[in-house]
Structure formats: C-alpha cells, structure tokens
C-alpha cells in the first residue's frame, strides 16, 4: 500500500491573518486570480515562494495562443488542441479556453502588456507545434512571460496601498487547513493554508492565514526531476499540499518533456535553457548527429508536430544512432532574423559559446511542463470545499495527455478569471463562510533535505521520459525506503537527521508528488501523449480512454480510480 501523511511537520503557527481569499502564488494565474478579486470580495491576501517577479511565467518563451487573427478561429484551435490532448482532453474546458482566451488576451493588453506587432499595428502572430494557423501571440521575440509578469505586477503594484490586498513575499505554503471532517471522515472544507515566511519576508516564521477559499497557483513540479527548464521553486508544493488535504489529482503521470531543451551533457543538473518551439515555429530543423533530418517521416507536421510526439522521435532516433542528443539547424533563417526574433535564447546561447545563427545546436527532451494537477472544474473549483487550483498546478481538462504550445498562459489567464468571479460570487452569498480549522488526524511527514538528488534520480531513472513496470516497481520501492520521518529520533535515542525547516520540506513535497506520479505510471498501461511505456508502446484507447484520479484517504492510503473522459 502506498501510504502519504496528512501533513508536515512543521512548529504551531505564531501568528493568524484572515482574509476572504488567499491566492497562492504570483504566476500569470495568481496575479490574474489576486487583481480579480481585489474588487470583488473585501480582503485578499497573495503569497508567494519568492519575490512577485519570480516564477515559471517569467521564464516562458514562446508566447500566448490564442485566436485572435481574423482567419483564425476557436473551432480551430479547439480542434488543435483536441489532437495535442490524444483524446484525454474534456471539450467543455477546451471549448471554454478558446472562446474566452481571446477576450483576456486583450484585456491582458489593456492592463498593460505590450506584444510584438506588425508595421500596421496588429498583433504579430507565429505559429507552434500542434496548431494550424499561426496565432501564438510574443513579446520581445521571445521573452513573452517576462513581458506578461512585468505587466501584472506593475498593475498590482499599483494598487499595494489598498488596505484590501496584502501581498506576502518569500512565503512558502505548508499545508491547506480544513475544517472538522465529515461523516465519512473526510476533511471538512478549507479554511486557509499555514506558512513560513522566509526571511525578507513581512511576517516572521510559521503563521496561518485563515480563509475561506484557498486559490492554489503554486505552478509545475520540475524539481521532482534531476534536471528541469522549471525554476528552483518548481517542488509541487501546491500538488503535494492539496493531495495532503484530501482534494483528488489527475493526470499527474502525464508530463511534458520539451523536446528541445540544451544539452550540455549527461551530468549537468538543475533549471536547463529552454530552445523555444519558436525557433521550428520559424522554420528551423531537428537533425541526428549523422545529420539527417528524422521527423519528416514521421508526422505531417515535422518538427511542427505536437511536442510528446516529436519528444518521443528524438528519443527513439537518439537510441538508433546511440546519442545522448540531437541537434536543432537554424542557420538558414539568416542572423538578422534570429537575433531580432530570438534575442534572450541567443544571449543564453552566447553563454555557451553557442549561436543560432552559425551553429548546430545540441538538443534533448527534458522535463517541463506537467498537464496533470489538482482535478478541478470549469472555475476552478477541486473536490475539496473551498479549494481552487489555477494554471499548471490544475488539472482543467485543458491539456489532456500533452499540453498544445503556448496553451499553458492562456489557461492560468481564462481560468484565474473564472475562479475569481466564482469565489466573490460564493463568498458575497454565503456559500463560501469561515470556519475553524482543525489538526488531521495521522502522521506527519519530514524527509532531510539531504535526500532531494537521490528522489530526483529516483524519479529520472523510473517515471522519467521512457517509463516501463520494472522501472516504476523500482522507483517505487526505492521512494517507500526513504524515510519521512527525519524530524524524530530513532530507536535506541539518535537525534533527528532533519528539523522542520525549507529545504526540508520542501523535499517533503518533491518526495509526495514523485510517489504519486509513480503510481498513476505504473497505473496506465499504454503510451499516451507526454506518457512514454517501453513496455506498452501502444496506445490503447479500449481500455485506457480514461482520467486516472488519485486520492489520500483519512488513512493516509493512495487510491487511484479511473474516471471515464467522454
């Protein structure tokens, strides 16, 4: 059985806020999420692991899709994204990223972002793996993330002297507080969420912040893995901290491994250099180390493909000419077009000693983006009372087993929007009211920061890019032998290897989210989208045309279900 503690281990808060909402976390949905409510219900209260600026938004290259050119249309990009989600998508919440993403696109110009435009004016649009039509909307060539935060964060700095938004910097979430349980014995509805405030932040140590409704926007979870395109932060603290609550995940073994990510050899850890889908999107190739393009017989689209379809021909061709990489060739786009398009990929290649414009550039799958997440529905709303989820830490429905390029920063911005008009809706009629929280019964968890590189590889080497069932058996008994209970001492009256600190915990939460991911993989006998079984190279739409859902029981027992996508 693989069992998961109810929450960490961590000292009594020493201070209590309230508020009416608490967003966590300050990517394009927790931004989106915090400036919605600010004029909808009386207090808000933003937390986030770092400073505002910091996140996986900033970080984001490519662009924001969305139909927004005459020629274009939802219908189309609904069916594009259809096709990426390889009929796991829910079409309910496709049909809504598409319908209303091209209206928060412009309101996301209103509040200020500026975009790449042509000489009349209108947007400049390009186009990204999966899609069809060129309608993927950039800003400064290629640091459209960085363009989107700046903007939002301008927008809520404006607004820090309203005594109804307080924004706590270098605070990291712990846990969700929920409320007496039920009959069933299942958490009640949440409360709020404890913190640790690091440091710079503007409350000291452990505290509470009670509320209502809880808006979980913490992002992906690339430190699971031993090398990522994520940011430091990226430890599924949201994940782990709902999963802990009670609240069900899905999808979570579907994780999108970009298939263009810079190799600077086998050993090299930490956030890697993302070579933007862009640079196809503009014409470049993928090649083998012999030189031969390979993508070409392999899917319409080329190196335009969906990104887990062109991720697994990079693995498959590296395995044949017996290379640890490709290479990606954009010398023929012409120096003036790639450094006016591409400026901040160059100046990371630069780096390197590396140039788009006279060099082959090496290239191999790795982690970046999870399409699974905290279940929710249509605004946002999981299966836990008082609980929402917004951007990559949802799972919408949206991404299905592979997200469609540039869909991820639309869907933090349609559905931030829809959860925030929901909870001041809920919070205005009574639906949503304070209680009191309560301590869930159980164990508490504590893994020693120490143990961070050996779950990583654990995760590498099983529910990486090419999973099999002795793999996963492997991981998974390697993740039960690590122990979660580094705060206590052991028998015979040794000291405690850890005290409840950051680095702990978050391992705590590296550790939870990578037992759970291991599971659902085990779980999905077939190769599907951003999943990837040697052993089940197929993909079996008979039998798995299904959502897996993973649950804590009060317990503390991980059980799976299969949900039925229509």
Known sequence: ???????????????????????????????????????????????????????????????IAAALDPADSPEAHLRDTLVAGVGLCDPRAVEVLVTEGPARVRELVARGAVFDTEPDGTLSLTREGGHHADRVAHAGGDATGAEISRALVAQLAAVRADPGIEVIEHALVLDVLTAAPGRDGRPGPVCGVTLHVIGEGSRDGVGAVLAPAVVLATGGIGQVFRSSTNPVQATGDGLAAALRAGAAVGDVEFVQFHPTVLWLGAGVKGQLALISEAVRGEGAHLVDVDGHRFLTGVHPLAELAPRDVVAKAIVRQMARTGADHVLLDARHLGADRIRRR?????????????????????????????????????????????LYAVGEVAC??????????????????????????????????????????????????????????????????????????????????????????????????????????????????????????????????????????????????????VRVEATRTPDGELVQRRVPQD
Not at 39 to 50: E, G, Y
Not at 351 to 377: K, N
């Open 1 to 63: 059985m693989t069992a998961l503690a109810g929450r960490l281990a961590a000292p009594a808060p020493g201070w209590t806020a309230r508020a009416d909402a608490v967003v966590v976390g300050s990517g394009i949905a927790g931004l989106t999420a915090a400036l919605e409510l600010r004029t909808r219900v009386p207090r808000v209260l933003l937390v986030t692991k770092d400073r505002l600026v910091s996140g996986s938004t900033v970080w984001a290259q490519g662009g």
């Open 342 to 386: 591409f400026p901040t990929i160059g100046a990371r290649l630069a780096e390197h000693g590396l140039d788009l414009a006279t060099d082959l550039v090496p290239v191999a799958p790795a982690q970046h983006y999870h399409s699974g997440g905290v279940v929710t529905d249509l605004v946002g709303r999981s299966t836990l009372p008082g």
């Open 396 to 545: 919408t429905g949206v991404h299905g087993a592979n997200r469609l390029a540039s869909n991820s920063l639309l869907e933090g911005l349609v559905f931030a929007h829809r959860a925030a008009h929901d909870i001041a809706h809920r919070v205005e009629t009574g639906a949503l009211r304070p209680a009191e929280p309560v301590e869930r019964p159980g164990p508490e968890a504590l893994v020693a920061g120490a143990a961070r590189s050996r779950v990583q590889r654990i995760a590498t080497d099983g529910p990486g890019v090419l999973r099999s069932a002795a793999g996963l058996a492997a991981a998974e008994r390697a993740l039960a032998g690590i122990r979660t209970d580094a705060h206590r001492a052991v028998e015979g009256g040794e000291r405690p290897v850890a005290d409840p600190q950051v680095a702990e915990w978050e391992t705590t939460n590296v550790h939870q989210v990578a037992t759970v991911l291991t599971a659902t993989a085990a779980t999905r006998r077939e190769t599907r989208g951003g999943h990837l079984r040697s052993d089940h190279p197929d993909r079996d739409d008979a039998r798995w045309l």
